[in-house]
RNA sequence: GGCGCUAUCGUCUAGGGGUUAGGACGUGAGAUUCUCAAUCUUAAAACACGGGUUCGAUUCCCGUUAGCGCUACCA
């Protein structure tokens, strides 16, 4: 069926922010396409003039460019240009197509003109539901003769297009299920063109425009969500009726959240642009986006880049079934990404999560930047999105001794007698010490306490550890301890270990 | 109500007429570490139910149940 070129379609409503569904459909249709050296057009579904916003056509380009994913046709940046012969690209510029595609199908009797009103129809819909049987139209305006047609157009009665459905069963292949196959009588003569309302033009329906889009943009595979699958024999109808070949189809689970709905905002971040204002890696996005309702060949790669992932994609591992997010799963990847990227990258990305905690970027203070970086390289591998940096490195900057003392899981550490000795030793030597407190001299201390009063180990750095960072838990002292002296020499809200040591223990 | 889609560990999935039903996330245990994280080792954990077909079904068929989608002159 299909001969020359793979060319297939992300066709997204410009209403709201690039939900992870939609983005998975784009890099499914990316990726089928890259890996088969096809075409891959993004087309902007703005018919919807209510809800759809310039501003987040934009931000869908942003959205997908961050995501790796480029496109052979379509619109060219914000407001810009436009590439690619089967243009215009935006549906709202395409409106005057569709109007003589419709007189070619009234004139070849393939469609006709209804005159029912809509309460005409609401009494049918309400007859059918009584009668338990399917809520179709009964097609009664099909078998208008042509003098009453003539006569209701003369009289000015609005009417709307639809086109006539045959007796044979709508068929269509699906990559991911198999052949699908919908009675005729399901379907019933669909609307395509709504009736004309004071003077404005009848408007085509949805269906009627993306089956139109998508045929004259040669698109030869329809990779889109499950929730089109009911639409496909309508669509399936037009390409029939204008003797248009059928596309083979790949409809893709929903998404759903733990609580099997439908993923939504309820659920947590759902946006694209919400996962990387939190500090999501893009790549991290991509693997897991593409591990959500496909699988590799061998059953057990999981770790994908882009790349790779164009390599060993096909459709047809694509599973049937809805995947539920696993928030889990993703940070996981995350956090393996996190640990791949260059410290530059990280460092660029969490510097606007500390906007309150540092001086504002100054090309004169570089050693402030440096300092950053170290912070950052400490404890980027510990965190799953970047965004949780400022909280867990919030005990680097602020000292709250009495916050410290006041935790109640170190109740039980700084009870011990124990405890009381290591701090009392430590404190004699922080009071006894003017410089600041290198690793060496720290690591010395410690061995003098250990030698002087025989505490070693955990009962030796749990105390410690809540002295100097009010948790028993954190980096090596051995870089933990020059962060944060170097830090306070920069003049940075960095509390030297001195001052941590002085305030906790009393002076 | 009608039509359609779906059904393997908690989650994402591999598999497929005879398997110890595999991997990953998460969880438990252990090793390591002052601690956390990381890492390594390890454990627990699944074929929705009922009928067929078959020597044999988790796998094929039918039904049930459940979930979801469509059922608009929405997109």
New binding site residues.
């Given amino acids: 069926m299909t001969t020359g070129k793979i060319r297939v379609r992300f066709a997204p409503?410009p209403?709201g922010l690039l939900h992870v569904g939609n983005a998975r459909t784009a890099l499914y249709n990316w990726l089928f396409a890259r890996r088969a050296g096809g075409v891959f057009v993004l087309r902007i579904?703005d018919?919807?003039l209510e809800r759809s916003e310039a501003r987040y056509e934009s931000q869908l380009i942003e959205d997908l460019r961050w995501l790796g994913l480029d496109w052979d046709e379509g619109p060219e940046g914000p407001n810009v240009t436009e590439k690619g012969a089967y243009g215009p690209y935006r549906?709202s510029e395409r409106l005057k197509i569709y109007a003589g595609l419709t007189e070619q199908l009234l004139a070849e009797d393939k469609a006709y003109r209804?005159?029912?009103?809509?309460e005409e129809?609401a009494a049918e819909?309400q007859l059918?539901?009584k009668q338990?049987?399917?809520?179709?139209?009964s097609g009664r305006c099909r078998r208008l003769s042509p003098e009453t047609v003539e006569k209701n157009l003369a009289a000015g009665m609005?009417?709307?297009v639809r086109l006539k459905i045959g007796m044979e069963p709508l068929r269509f292949r699906d990559i991911?299920?198999?052949a699908?196959?919908?009675?005729p009588e399901?379907v019933s003569d669909p609307?395509l063109v709504?009736?004309a309302k004071e003077g404005e033009p009848?408007?085509p329906?949805?269906?009627y425009v993306v089956t139109i889009d998508d045929a004259l943009m040669k698109i030869t595979h329809v990779v889109r969500g499950?929730?089109?699958?009911?639409?496909t024999p309508r669509q399936v109808a037009i390409y029939k009726a204008f003797g248009w070949p059928v596309p083979e189809f790949a409809?893709l689970?929903?998404i759903?959240g733990?609580d099997?709905?439908?993923l939504s905002k309820r659920h947590g971040a759902t946006s694209i642009a919400t996962f990387r204002e939190m500090g999501y890696l893009p790549e991290a996005l991509v693997n897991y986006l593409g591990?959500?309702?496909?699988?590799?060949?061998?059953?057990?790669t999981?770790i994908f880049t882009l790349a790779e992932l164009t390599r060993a994609f096909t459709l047809e591992?694509v599973?049937?079934?809805?995947?539920?997010f696993?928030f889990?799963?993703l940070?996981?990847l995350n956090?393996?990404y996190i640990?791949l990227a260059s410290h530059e990258r990280l460092t660029a990305l969490a510097r606007d999560y500390f906007g309150g905690m540092l001086p504002a970027k100054d090309a004169a203070r570089d050693d402030v930047e440096a300092w950053f970086a170290r912070l950052v390289r400490l404890f980027a591998?510990?965190v799953d999105h970047l965004d949780q940096l400022p909280a867990k490195t919030s005990f680097v900057f602020g000292f709250d001794h009495e916050a410290a003392r006041a935790r109640a899981e170190n109740a039980e550490v700084l009870a011990a007698d124990s405890a009381r000795t290591v701090l009392t030793e430590l404190a004699n030597r922080v009071r006894s010490h003017s410089a600041w407190v290198t690793p060496e001299v720290f690591k010395a201390w410690l061995n003098d306490i250990k030698a002087a009063t025989g505490v070693n180990?955990?009962e030796?750095?749990?105390p410690?550890?809540i002295a100097l960072t009010g948790m028993?838990?954190?980096?090596?002292?051995?870089k933990l301890l020059p962060l944060i002296e170097d830090g306070a020499a920069l003049g940075l809200p960095v509390t030297s270990v001195q001052s941590r040591v002085e305030q906790f223990v009393g002076v």
């Fill in positions: 409503s209403t579904e018919t919807d549906q209804c005159f029912c009103t809509p129809l819909h059918a539901i338990h049987g399917p809520q179709v139209y609005p009417f709307a991911v299920r198999g699908v196959e919908f009675a399901a609307i709504r009736s009848g408007m329906v949805y269906n499950d929730d089109h699958i009911s639409n409809h689970s929903t759903l733990a099997r709905e439908r591990l959500l309702g496909w699988g590799a060949e061998d059953g057990k999981e591992r599973t049937p079934s809805p995947a539920i696993d889990e799963k940070n996981w956090r393996h640990k591998p510990s180990g955990k030796l750095f749990h410690v550890r028993q838990s954190g980096p090596d002292f051995d």
